[in-house]
C-alpha cells in the first residue's frame, strides 16, 4: 500500500482524498496556495507546503513547485484530484519519471482521451457506438463540405484538442457551413494552438449520459453504471443524479458492457468515466473519456456503497479490483446538487466572506465541502463551495430529501446556487425526469 501521498489540489476534493487516505493508514501531504493558508485541506493533512502566490499557474498549476513538494515530503505517490493537472499528461509522466505513483490513469491513456478525433477513432475501433461523421481530422473546406453533404444537416464542427464543449460549432446548413468550419478552426487554433477539427451529425437536446468505469493493473475492468447528468449550463454541471430516471435495463446493460470491454482492451488504469449523448430514441454515442476522478463521483458511491477513492489508492497501490462485476448493485437512488457561490440568476461568481454557514445533515444526507463559517471565497478558484448529495429508496424519496436539505442548508454573505436548485426540485419536468442538455435554456430563461 501507498505510503505516503501527495495531494495537488485544494477544496473539497482534497478533504475528500486526505479523508480516503486516513481511513487507509496513509499518510497525507497537503499542497496550498498563499491564498489557502487557512483552507481546511492544510489544516487536516499531516503535513503541508506552501507551492506558490494565489494564482493558480503558479500554484496548483505548477508542477516544478509540486514536484520538489513531493521531494521535500518524501512522499511515494500524487494524488491530483480533478480540474488543475488532472488531465496533464506531461505531470503524469513526470510523476512516474521522478518516481511518484501517479494516482490516476497511465499518461499514454490521458494523451490520447485528450485527443478527441483519435480517442473517437479508438473507441469506435473497439466496439463503442460513436456519432457518425468524418473519420477523423479535416482539413480542406471542399473536402468538409462534401462530408458533411453525406453526413445530412445539421452538423457539428468539433476542435480535437477541445472537449468540455469549447470550439464547438453547429452548422444547420449548407450555406453557412463553410463559415462555421473556419470558425471552428480559428476558435480552436486560438484557444489550443490546434486548428485540427472533425465533423459530426448533430444531435438535437440530447441528455449526458455516462459511465463510471475502473481498471487495474492486472487487466480487470469494471463498471459501476451510469449517472444522469444532462442538466448543466455552459458545459458547467449542475445536479447529476445516479441512476437515471431514463435508462433501461435493457439499455444500461448494454451502455455497462460496451464501456467495460473498452476499458479492458485499453489496458485503462484506474478510475474513468466514458461520457455518451443519447438520443430521444435512446441511442448513445461515444463523447468524451474523462481520466480522472469526476467532482460528481458521490451519486455513484452512494447507489453502489462503494468508495470510490479509496479504489483509486487501492489500485494505484497494485492491487487487484477487490469485487465482481455481479457484486455491484445498484441500491436506491442519490442526487448531487452543486452549491456555487454565483449569483443564481446571472450565473456571475459572487466570492466573499461567507459570515453564516449551517451545513445540512440526517440520514441519508452528505456535505462533500471545505467550507465553514468565516470561510471567504476565493475569486481566483472554481466558485463550487459545497457538493449537496442524498441518497433514498426512490427518485421520488431523493428529491423530497433534497428539498429538505436545500431548505435545510444556511449560507449567507456570498450569492449561492441553492435558490435555483429549489425552483428545479420543483419543476415538473424535472419531477417527471425528463432533462436534457437545454433543460435550464428551455425552462429557466
Ligand atoms: C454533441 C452534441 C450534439 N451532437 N455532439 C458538448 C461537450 C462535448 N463533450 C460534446 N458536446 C456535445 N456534442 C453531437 N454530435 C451536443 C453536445 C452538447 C452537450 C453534450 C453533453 C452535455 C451538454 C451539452 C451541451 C451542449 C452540447
Known amino acids: ?18 479523508r480516503a487516505c486516513k481511513e487507509l493508514g496513509i499518510e497525507t501531504v497537503a499542497v496550498y496556495s498563499t491564498a489557502d493558508k487557512e483552507s481546511l485541506h492544510v489544516a487536516f493533512a499531516d503535513e503541508a507546503i506552501c507551492i506558490g502566490p494565489h494564482t493558480a499557474t503558479d500554484s496548483y498549476l505548477n508542477i516544478k513547485n509540486i514536484i520538489a513538494a513531493a521531494e521535500v515530503a518524501d512522499v511515494d505517490g500524487i494524488h491530483p484530484g480533478y480540474g488543475f493537472l488532472a488531465e496533464n499528461a506531461d505531470f503524469a509522466r513526470i510523476c512516474e519519471d521522478c518516481g511518484f505513483k501517479f494516482i490516476g490513469p497511465k499518461s499514454e491513456h490521458i494523451e490520447l482521451m485528450g485527443d478527441k478525433a483519435k480517442a473517437k477513432e479508438t473507441m469506435r475501433k473497439l466496439g463503442v457506438p460513436v456519432v457518425p461523421g468524418s473519420d477523423g481530422v479535416v482539413s480542406d473546406p471542399d473536402e468538409a463540405l462534401k462530408i458533411a453533404k453525406e453526413i445530412g444537416f445539421p452538423v457539428i464542427i468539433k476542435a480535437s484538442a477541445g472537449g468540455g464543449g469549447k470550439g464547438m460549432r453547429v452548422a444547420h446548413n449548407e450555406m453557412s457551413f463553410l463559415n462555421q468550419f473556419e470558425m471552428a478552426k480559428i476558435e480552436s487554433e486560438k484557444a489550443f494552438g490546434c486548428g485540427d477539427v472533425y465533423i459530426e451529425k448533430f444531435i438535437e437536446s440530447p441528455r449526458h449520459i455516462e459511465i463510471q468505469v475502473f481498471g487495474d493493473s492486472k487487466g480487470n475492468a469494471l463498471h459501476f453504471f451510469e449517472r444522469e447528468c444532462s442538466i448543466q449550463r455552459r458545459h458547467q454541471k449542475l445536479i447529476e443524479e445516479a441512476p437515471s430516471p431514463f435508462l433501461t435495463e435493457r439499455m444500461r446493460y448494454k451502455m455497462g458492457e460496451v464501456s467495460v470491454n473498452a476499458v479492458k482492451s485499453l489496458g485503462y488504469e484506474n478510475a474513468g468515466t466514458i461520457e455518451y449523448i ?12 474523462n481520466t480522472r476522478i469526476q467532482v460528481e463521483h458521490p451519486v455513484t458511491e452512494m447507489i453502489t456503497g462503494i468508495d470510490l477513492v479509496k479504489l483509486q489508492l487501492l489500485v494505484a497501490s497494485g492491487y487487484e479490483l477487490p469485487l465482481k462485476q455481479e457484486n455491484i448493485k445498484i441500491n436506491g437512488h442519490a442526487i448531487e446538487c452543486r452549491i456555487n457561490a454565483e449569483d443564481p440568476e446571472t450565473f456571475m461568481p459572487s466570492p466573499g466572506l461567507i459570515n453564516a454557514y449551517y451545513a445540512p445533515g440526517g440520514f441519508g444526507v452528505r456535505v462533500d465541502s471545505a467550507a465553514y463559517q468565516e470561510y471567504t471565497v476565493l475569486p481566483y478558484y472554481d466558485s463550487m463551495i459545497a457538493k449537496l448529495i442524498v441518497h433514498a429508496p426512490t427518485r421520488k424519496d431523493a428529491i423530497s430529501k433534497m428539498k429538505v436539505a436545500l431548505d435545510e442548508f444556511i449560507i449567507e454573505g456570498v450569492k449561492t446556487s441553492i435558490p435555483l436548485h429549489k425552483k428545479i426540485m420543483d419543476h415538473y419536468k424535472f419531477i417527471e425526469g425528463d432533462v436534457s442538455t437545454d433543460f435550464l435554456e428551455k425552462y429557466f430563461k
Not at 500500500?1 to 486526505?18: H, Q
Request: cysteine-free.
Open 278 to 289: 443519447v438520443d430521444k430514441a435512446g441511442n448513445f454515442y461515444f463523447m468524451e473519456m
Open 1 to 18: 500500500m501507498l505510503k505516503r501521498v501527495l495531494i495537488a489540489n485544494r477544496g473539497e476534493i482534497a478533504l475528500r482524498i486526505i
